[in-house]
């Protein structure tokens, strides 16, 4: 027999092969530094104490109650020096709003109403209606600088004029499936039969 064996015929590993062996011993915790002193608290002056408030004696039963009288005043508050009062804010005025155009509204209005309404005749009416009332509302606003609502008539001619081109391109779509796809072609050249 072998040295590397055991009685009972199983290898021995050698101490190179041994799976396991023991951690080294952990390195000591690092000390944390000391907590630093703070200097002791202020001290502040004494609170003035108040005399202390008797209670009322119980109420002897079957006793007339005691007749009312006037509460005493309590003492002034004791005054500290240095106190000051905090000083008075200042009150600015609010800048005056500047009044908006009717006609700045009127555009924005019928503009939003001829996009809405747009599957009926109204689209055409109020599109058009935002688009003129848009117009003479920029000319108002620049000329009167103290008179707003510049972007209401911008966007109601915005609106407008989108709500004329919907208007021009469906008659335009209309017209054209009219003659490819509907009646009209019966029309131009009759009814043969």
Same mark, same amino acid.
């Given at each position: 027999?072998?040295?590397?064996?055991?009685?009972?015929?199983?290898?021995?590993?050698?101490?190179?092969?041994?799976?396991?062996?023991?951690? =080294?011993?952990?390195? =000591?915790?690092?000390?944390?530094?000391?907590?630093?002193?703070?200097?002791?608290?202020?001290?502040?002056?004494?609170?003035?104490?108040?005399?202390?408030?008797?209670?009322?004696?119980?109420?002897?039963?079957?006793?007339?109650?005691?007749?009312?009288?006037?509460?005493? =005043?309590?003492?002034?508050?004791?005054?500290?020096?240095?106190?000051?009062?905090?000083?008075?804010?200042?009150?600015?005025?609010?800048?005056?709003?500047?009044?908006?155009?009717?006609?700045?509204?009127?555009?924005?209005?019928?503009?939003?109403?001829?996009?809405?309404?747009?599957?009926?005749?109204?689209?055409?009416?109020?599109?058009?209606?935002?688009?003129?009332?848009?117009?003479?509302?920029?000319?108002?606003?620049?000329?009167?600088?103290?008179?707003?609502?510049?972007?209401?008539?911008?966007?109601?001619?915005?609106?407008?004029?989108?709500?004329?081109?919907?208007?021009?391109?469906?008659?335009?779509?209309?017209?054209?499936?009219?003659?490819?796809?509907?009646?009209?072609?019966?029309?131009?050249?009759?009814?043969?039969?």
């Amino acid at each position: 027999m072998s040295d590397d064996t055991n009685p009972g015929g199983h290898p021995v590993p050698s101490p190179q092969n041994q799976p396991y062996s023991p951690p =080294p011993p952990a390195a =000591p915790a690092p000390q944390s530094p000391a907590v630093p002193q703070y200097p002791a608290t202020q001290q502040y002056p004494a609170v003035q104490q108040y005399p202390a408030v008797q209670p009322h004696p119980a109420p002897q039963q079957n006793a007339a109650p005691a007749p009312y009288s006037a509460p005493q =005043p309590y003492a002034a508050a004791p005054q500290y020096p240095g106190a000051q009062p905090y000083p008075q804010a200042q009150s600015y005025p609010y800048a005056p709003t500047r009044p908006t155009s009717g006609l700045a509204v009127t555009s924005l209005i019928t503009g939003i109403a001829g996009i809405v309404f747009s599957w009926t005749f109204v689209l055409l009416l109020a599109s058009i209606a935002a688009v003129i009332t848009g117009h003479m509302a920029l000319k108002n606003t620049r000329e009167n600088t103290a008179l707003g609502g510049r972007g209401m008539a911008i966007a109601g001619i915005i609106l407008g004029y989108a709500g004329v081109a919907f208007l021009a391109l469906s008659i335009v779509f209309g017209i054209l499936s009219a003659i490819f796809f509907g009646s009209l072609p019966f029309l131009l050249y009759g009814i043969s039969s």
